[in-house]
């Protein structure tokens, strides 16, 4: 649609619809993804290692040789230099050369967004967020060895989501956003989904097979292990609890001291009021 409506890469023309799907940060690993330096800071993210949009491929090169021929930020054929060719729609999109893409980085979601619909593309951000401690774990074991450099990042991706939660619509027919939980979808299910589907005008009767990532990540054990330990706890909390408040003979009695009392609380209460109206009628008169 929009600007794209004649690229070059068919495979996308022929479906309509182009699926993007970017991690924050995308590509490498912490440890080499910035060059030599661990010495990475916000400022450095936000000013060398963040792009404010991702054309589509056939506008995109990498910057480091090797990289992955097949990534949606590249066409295959803008590997190698010689063969590159800057199409017509790179410059229809308003881009005077190749996006260059660093190995790792991040994507400015609302900028992002915003870029593809300024230029007539209908584009939605769908933003998976997930158990935290579980996202922490699978990253410093798969993407991430340094816990510095991780919550680094982790803190800056943050600051992008809320960012585009702030700026981006959610609520029209045709959402620039929509938010998804992976815990509510491995848990719900496909109803789940489906809500998912009706939020971007999908209309599919697929139900997807859902797997929960989640589970590698618990320690089974662990919770058999604290499992008994917890119960006992919980037993004798409420023994404790049992015994502060006595024997349900002592529970009983004291229900009925607390009765009486609030009898003989109302009682006074309708006395007083009942004296204060004495004292007003007797003033009424007086005036009269």
């Not at 910057?63 to 097949?70: K, L, S």
């Not at 007539?120 to 699978?138: E, F, H, M, P, Y």
């Not at 982790?154 to 959610?170: F, M, P, T, V």
């Amino acid at each position: 649609s929009g600007q794209f409506h004649g690229r070059k890469d068919k495979y996308k023309k022929a479906r309509g619809v182009e699926v993007q799907h970017w991690s924050l940060p995308f590509g490498s690993v912490c440890n080499y993804g910035y060059g030599t330096t661990n010495n990475v800071t916000e400022d450095m993210l936000m000013n060398s290692f963040t792009l404010p949009f991702v054309a589509p491929r056939e506008c995109g090169v990498a910057d480091v040789p090797g990289q992955d021929r097949h990534s949606l930020i590249w066409e295959p054929s803008n590997f190698e230099e010689e063969t590159r060719v800057f199409q017509q729609e790179c410059r229809d999109a308003g881009l005077d050369d190749f996006i260059i893409s660093p190995r790792r980085f991040f994507l400015d979601i609302t900028s992002h967004i915003q870029w593809y619909l300024e230029r007539g593309v209908q584009a939605t951000a769908v933003i998976l967020d997930r158990d935290q401690t579980i996202q922490k774990t699978s990253k410093n074991i798969k993407h991430c060895d340094n816990v510095e450099i991780s919550d680094l990042e982790n803190s800056y991706g943050k600051r992008i989501i809320l960012e585009a939660i702030d700026e981006l619509d959610q609520g029209s027919a045709d959402p620039a956003l929509v938010l998804v939980s992976y815990e509510m979808m491995v848990h719900l299910g496909d109803p789940y989904l489906q809500s998912i589907f009706k939020n971007l005008g999908i209309r599919s009767d697929y139900i997807a097979p859902i797997e929960d990532a989640n589970e590698r990540y618990v320690d089974a054990e662990k919770v058999k292990r604290e499992a008994p330990r917890d119960q006992t706890f919980l037993e004798s909390k409420i023994t404790r609890r049992r015994r502060s408040h006595g024997t349900p003979e002592d529970i009983a009695a004291r229900k009925k001291r607390r009765d009486i009392f609030k009898g003989i609380v109302a009682t006074r209460k309708e006395r007083r009021d009942n004296f204060k109206g004495t004292v007003a009628a007797r003033k009424e008169r007086g005036r009269k």
